[in-house]
Antibody
Framework: EVQLVESGGGLVQPGGSLRLSCAAS????????MDWVRQAPGKGLEWVGS??????????EYAASVKGRFTISRDDSKNSLYLQMNSLKTEDTAVYYC?????????????WGQGTTVTVSS | QSVLTQPPSVSGAPGQRVTISCTGS?????????VHWYQQLPGAAPKLLIY???NRPSGVPDRFSGSKSGTSASLAITGLQAEDEADYYC??????????FGGGTKLTVL
């Protein structure tokens, strides 16, 4: 079964750091681009950033709202995706989803995790 | 404010047809980037509904269809059913290769 499972969410103070993980299974993780998407309480989806695969030099892209504070990385040997979040702000409070991007589906996000909740509050 | 503009809400009675628009710009949809649509049921993760403007993944009923023209795209749902009540999001890319989502549209089945 193709699956993504996020972990690492929790409560953190403003200015703090948190590292989210996303464990992939059931597919060849190293072949795929991967994305992070977040959803603030009662709000819509916001693209956070993405990482390409090895064939595309693991290039990363970030939303302007997180650039310079968040870092996406991956470990293909562990089938895992990571989101390092530094200098957290209250507006980073959200459910964070990892998603698989599939070339087969014109680079749409065809598999999503269940999400992990990050709360930034003092 | 989202890069892609969607109506906040639409509604329709069972059996009816509804459409949801997604308006971008010359640097997003109009630049030739594909549009994808996602359905998010209450309390659930998003699910891919339409990819590459007009294509349905396996398992998505043919009641759902997508189109794209110029700087806009649309999602149409025919034969509306109670289980279609959800939030719908369009997604594309911009010229900096950043992903962009619409603000989402809440579909209410009357």
């Amino acid at each position: 079964e193709v699956q993504l499972v996020e972990s690492g969410g929790g409560l953190v103070q403003p200015g703090g750091s948190l590292r989210l993980s996303c464990a992939a299974s059931g597919f060849t993780f190293s072949d795929h681009y991967m994305d992070w998407v977040r959803q603030a309480p009662g709000k819509g989806l916001e693209w956070v950033g993405s990482t390409r695969n090895r064939a595309n030099s693991y290039t990363t892209e970030y939303a302007a709202s997180v650039k310079g504070r968040f870092t996406i990385s991956r470990d293909d040997s562990k089938n895992s995706l990571y989101l390092q979040m530094n200098s957290l702000k209250t507006e980073d409070t959200a459910v964070y989803y990892c998603a698989r991007t599939s070339g087969r589906y014109y680079y749409a996000m065809d598999v999503w995790g269940q999400g992990t909740t990050v709360t930034v509050s003092s | 404010q989202s890069v892609l503009t969607q109506p906040p809400s639409v509604s329709g009675a069972p059996g009816q047809r509804v459409t949801i628009s997604c308006t971008g710009s010359s640097s997003s949809i109009g630049a030739g980037y594909d549009v994808h649509w996602y359905q998010q049921l209450p309390g659930a993760a998003p699910k891919l509904l339409i990819y590459g403007n007009i294509n349905r993944p396996s398992g998505v009923p043919d009641r759902f269809s997508g189109s794209k023209s110029g700087t806009s795209a649309s999602l149409a749902i025919t034969g509306l059913q109670a289980e279609d009540e959800a939030d719908y999001y369009c997604q594309s890319y911009d010229s900096s290769l950043s992903g962009v989502f619409g603000g989402g549209t809440k579909l209410t089945v009357l």
